[in-house]
Nanobody
Framework: QVQLVESGGGLVQAGGSLRLSCAAS????????MGWYRQAPGKQHELVARITNSGYTNYADSVKGRFTISRDNYNNTLYLQMNSVKPEDTAVYYC?????????WGQGTQVTVSS
């Protein structure tokens, strides 16, 4: 059973910063990659950022230059550094880990950006 536990969400003013963390219950090298999704009210689930075991990263156009995904392999933790946040970044953020045939999700953490 894989567990992904997010933390770090909360209320932040526009232009501010926030760092999300995702602690995995197993060695994160057991996954092909990890990432962050988000879902805002009334909107579709959106891939925010992804990082593979080889270190390849990709980002949604809406967050490029503002968000940075990283991983701490020793502590089996995934991060999302969010800078220059905007009200449209308000959403529930979900940690995601995947293998060829499986996907795993955290319970989500709420991020609210006030204008």
């Amino acid at each position: 059973q894989v567990q992904l536990v997010e933390s770090g969400g909360g209320l932040v003013q526009a232009g501010g910063s926030l760092r999300l963390s995702c602690a995995a219950s197993r060695n994160i090298f057991s996954f092909t990659g990890m990432g962050w999704y988000r879902q805002a009210p009334g909107k579709q689930h959106e891939l925010v950022a992804r990082i593979t075991n080889s270190g390849y990263t990709n980002y949604a156009d809406s967050v490029k230059g503002r968000f940075t995904i990283s991983r701490d392999n020793y502590n089996n933790t995934l991060y999302l550094q969010m800078n220059s946040v905007k009200p449209e970044d308000t959403a529930v953020y979900y940690c995601w880990a995947y293998k060829i045939s499986d996907n795993y999700w955290g319970q989500g953490t709420q991020v609210t950006v006030s204008s």
